[in-house]
């Protein structure tokens, strides 16, 4: 059996933060569109979840999700322990640019 886990590009010194398939499944919730300013230039398995972001999550608990059936409507999700963990990592080391391993 594989572990999944998020590795900071760029950050080789950083340990891995280990994942389920469930949150890496979330990941596209979170991440900011390819091309907004400041995004790079994106590989496959890569995401960019901007520092702003991250801190209001957490400053707020909760998050917004967009109905792929309704681009009209927004519902505020309540932070998973999971989601929350993960957002504290990439609060503490200042991680934005993240890639899913194997």
């Known amino acids: 059996m594989s572990h999944l886990r998020l590795v900071a590009v760029g950050r080789p010194e950083l340990a891995a933060f280990p994942i389920t398939q469930r949150l890496r499944s979330q990941l596209v919730y979170f991440m900011a569109s390819p091309d907004a300013k400041g995004v790079p230039t ?37 932070l998973s ?22």
């Open 42 to 78: 994106l590989a496959e398995d890569e995401y960019f979840i901007p520092r702003g972001d991250v801190k209001r999550w957490l400053d707020e608990g909760v998050f917004s999700l967009v109905s792929p059936l309704d681009s009209a409507n927004e519902t505020e999700v309540e």
């Open 81 to 102: 322990e999971e989601q929350e963990s993960l957002f504290e990592w990439l609060k503490r080391h200042q991680i934005e640019h993240v890639r899913a391993v194997e």
